[in-house]
């Protein structure tokens, strides 16, 4: 722990706590070193500076806590481009052999030229530092050894790891009585530590804790960021620059203050000069360089908001990164251990982040809607691998800035991600919702070819199935965005989007059904405003009216494209720690949501969104599938659809409120009559084809898996026999068989009593899918005429065997 000086008794002054540093100096001088420390006590007892002698002595610990130093963490692309460094103190350790032995010579003749002599502290160097403060009060003079040096960093170092800014305030304190009383801390510890501490780990030690710039520490990142250069490569100009810096660190700063940095670089030269570093010749060479000369400064990318300049749009990415990384107890029980250890750490992350898809996905993003467009519409993409989880890009139509100071066209709200993750809380995914419901309908034994009555656009709540909730009586009302309705398969549901189909698919279903089938695909609200956790069990829902990250919509159709295996979205593969040891990482936990025949006849039934909503967009030159998405009043648009290999949702809307995208010009394109306003066909599917078309060049892309027939046409069934039934019990025999049932209006000549059923189709025991319409016609009572020239009687009932009216059993 960081040491914090107790409380004390009676205050001393400068002269008294002078008094005894000097004390203790003259005894080290004349006894030693360690003399001085036992017999100090007593000088203080003379000198009447008790409590300062026991604060200082009696009550500090003689051993110094050292622990692991701040070090820089390096957040990579997939490819093993730096994105951005992170850090409290730009700082790379390194061991003593990685540093130039000029370095250490420059700094030991700077800094402490006995150090390989004294044993910690230096007591002529304070008694004769002691004796110019009394002479000259106003020019502090300090004569701290290389080793109090090194105590002094540790003690603020490790006091700032522990959050104690008090006693870090403490440590630097350099002024009057707690400036000696400082002193005299460090020098105890000074002597205790090199009793067990050989003096080359001291002099590595300082080499990386000390601070060689403004905000840059440890002699490796000051090489890397001066000279582009490692430690162990610098000349002996190079190396009396960085040790001339150490004295004031902004001062001495060579490109901040180059010609203060050159003054103090030619006072290292000529001490290095004097002690046998260097030659009278380097010397005259070294003081002849300009400074500006020998530099070859490299920026350090620092931040989400340098990652941009790295690779275009990158900066969403990385912030969604670090709220990974201080969100998931992982790396840490505390969000704020986790943030220090992201800051602190020295971790090398290695991400998902595909340089060239992110690239190309910024450009498609805000070709689509530029970033100051002047109708305030946004849009966003997210890119997820099918069957592993990974995030390979996202981007949006703003640039990444978080800070206070944000220009137009800047945020730090992430458009893909959830509330926690630095997101909103999501957009309404209108139709994008569908294929959920489809899935549970092939689920549930129902095929692509089932023909369905879409006529019915309000129904009652209590029509709808719903066991794990309640609905109170009342109507739900909806229209058709897209489509029109009457009778059509579902596979024309689906491609055309008509929301009448799917509210009648969804009230021969199970609505519980539907929201699991969609939670087991990750799909879930978006957080913030809209609230955590599954979708609610509503009717409204099956048309997307809760709200949802594009990421979660991205990794959910992922799960369509990998055969039904549902992984959640991962943007890490690996974290590794300074000491390269490999960190837990969050995992995609890959699953099988769906059977992969129930995922491929998905991927069918959406492979034709291109002959439906999406007809007027060029496809991609490969095969792919998706879904259009528009709201009730063309508040949020979408496209999610994928390949085999990539999966991607995009996007367009008003990000902080329900706005109709109506009326307006967007991209320079007016959208200003109800049939041409904003659909999701308008921005985000042309958006989502660019950039597939694009991402997956010279890519080979495999084809979908087959449909299968059960799934595309559903299992043959016999028809039931209802001739002679009164309509409505023939009509409550085939619904419950699972056929539609429509009444022609013409009677039929029929021995079925009249009104009753007189004739079907397809007839009796046909063999026809579940879902297909029986068309009924009545009888008029009357028998079919008798064909004299044809032998037998005719078939009554359109199946049923002669005179057999609604009788007939099946043989």
């Known amino acids: 722990m960081a040491y914090s000086p107790p409380a004390r008794g009676r205050q001393v002054n400068a002269f008294q706590a002078l008094a005894l540093l000097l004390s203790f100096a003259l005894i080290a001088v004349v006894g030693g070193v360690l003399a001085g420390a036992m017999v100090l006590p007593a000088v203080a007892v003379v000198n009447g500076t008790t409590n300062v002698a026991v604060t200082a002595f009696d009550n500090l610990p003689s051993e110094l806590a050292v622990k692991p130093l701040s070090e820089k963490s390096m957040m990579l692309a997939a490819d093993g481009s730096v994105l951005a460094t992170f850090y409290a103190e730009n700082r790379v350790v390194v061991p003593l052999t990685a540093v130039a032995p000029i370095m250490q010579n420059a700094v030991i003749a700077t800094e402490d030229k006995r ?40 003690l603020i170092e490790s006091a700032l790891r522990s959050g104690d800014y008090a006693a870090a305030a403490a440590a630097k304190e350099a002024a009057g009585a707690e400036g000696y009383s400082r002193k005299l801390r460090e020098a105890k510890l000074a002597i205790a530590l090199e009793k067990t501490t050989p003096k080359q ?34 000349n002996y100009i190079e190396a009396a620059t960085l040790a001339g810096v150490t004295n004031s660190p902004t001062k001495f700063d060579p490109v901040k203050n180059p010609d203060d940095s050159q003054g103090r670089r030619d006072i290292v030269l000529r001490l290095m000069k004097e002690q046998g570093y260097i030659t009278d010749a380097e010397y005259t060479a070294g003081v002849a360089t300009p400074i500006a000369g020998t530099l070859k400064v490299q920026a350090s990318k620092v931040g989400c908001m340098a990652a941009s300049a790295v690779v275009a749009g990158s900066g969403y990415f ?50 689509g809607v530029p970033v100051t467009d002047p109708s305030g519409v946004k849009s966003a993409m ?151 956790g599954p979708f609610k069990v509503l009717p409204s829902n099956v048309i997307g009216s809760d709200s949802v990250a594009p990421l979660t919509m991205a990794a959910a159709f992922a799960g369509f494209a990998s055969g039904g295996t549902f992984c959640e979205p991962i943007a890490i593969t690996s974290v590794r720690d300074s000491n390269g040891k490999e960190l837990a990482v969050p995992q995609a936990n890959c699953r099988q949501a769906l059977e992969p025949r129930i995922a491929n006849a998905v991927s069918y039934a959406l492979s034709n969104v291109w002959k439906g909503t999406a007809k007027g967009v ?56 109800p049939g041409h306003n904003v659909f999701g066909s308008s921005i985000a599917a042309p958006t989502w084809s660019r950039f597939m078309t694009q991402a997956l060049a010279g890519v080979s892309v495999p084809d979908f898996p087959a449909v299968g027939s059960l799934e595309l046409n559903g299992a043959p069934v016999s028809v039931p026999n209802v001739v002679g039934q009164a309509v409505d019990a023939a009509t409550a025999t085939l619904k419950g068989a699972g056929f539609n049932v429509t009444v022609a209006p013409d009677q039929v000549a029929s021995t079925a009593p009249a009104g009753s059923v007189g004739a079907q189709s397809p007839g009796p025991y046909s063999k026809v899918t579940k879902g297909s319409t029986i068309t009924l016609q009545l009888s008029n009572g009357q028998p079919p005429a008798v064909d004299p020239n044809q032998p037998g009687q005719p078939n009554q009932g359109g199946g049923g065997k002669p005179n057999g009216g609604g009788d007939s059993k099946k043989p």
């Open 115 to 154: 150090f390989y002599a004294h044993g910690g502290i230096d007591p002529a160097g304070m008694l004769r530092a002691g004796v110019r403060n009394i002479l000259s009060p106003n020019g502090q003079q300090g004569a701290s050894t290389l080793t109090q040096q090194y105590v002094k960093n540790t």
């Open 382 to 532: 997210s890119v997820v691998e099918p069957g592993s989880g990974k995030v390979t890009a996202m981007a949006q139509t703003t640039n990444y800035n978080a800070t206070q100071n944000q220009a137009a066209g800047e945020s730090a709200v992430n458009y893909n991600t959830d509330f926690k993750y630095g997101g909103g809380s999501g957009f309404a995914p209108g139709s994008t919702f569908k294929p959920f419901t489809l899935a549970q309908w092939l689920k549930d034994g129902h095929s692509l070819s089932e023909t369905i009555d879409a006529t019915r656009l309000k129904y009652d709540m209590t029509e709808f199935k719903a066991p794990c909730t309640k609905f109170s009586p009342g109507p739900y009302a909806f229209t058709n965005a897209e489509g029109k309705g009457g009778a059509m398969t579902v596979l024309q549901a689906t491609m055309n989007s008509v929301n009448s189909g799917y509210i009648k698919m969804a009230s021969e279903l199970d609505l519980c059904d539907i929201i699991n089938t969609a939670s087991s695909l990750g799909v879930h609200r978006g957080g913030g405003k809209s609230g955590d």
């Open 201 to 234: 780990t001291i002099l590595e030690g300082y080499l990386n804790i000390a601070q060689f710039g403004i905000n840059i520490y440890g002699i490796e990142s000051s090489s890397n960021h001066y000279f582009s250069k490692h430690a162990s490569e610098l």
């Open 618 to 673: 060029q496809p991609p030159p490969f095969p792919s599938a998706g879904k259009t998405g528009t709201t009730s009043a063309n508040e949020d648009t979408w496209f999610v659809g994928y390949t085999p290999v990539l999966a991607t949702a995009v996007w367009v809307g008003f990000p902080d409120h329900f706005i109709p995208m109506q009326n307006m010009t967007i991209a320079g394109q007016r959208y200003y009559s």
């Open 318 to 367: 990385c912030d969604f990164v670090t709220k990974i990384i201080a969100d998931d107890p992982a790396f840490g029980a505390t969000r704020q251990e986790r943030v220090d250890l992201l800051n602190r750490g020295g971790l090398t992350i290695t991400t998902t982040l595909d340089p060239h898809q992110q690239a190309i996905a910024d450009a498609e993003v805000k070709n």
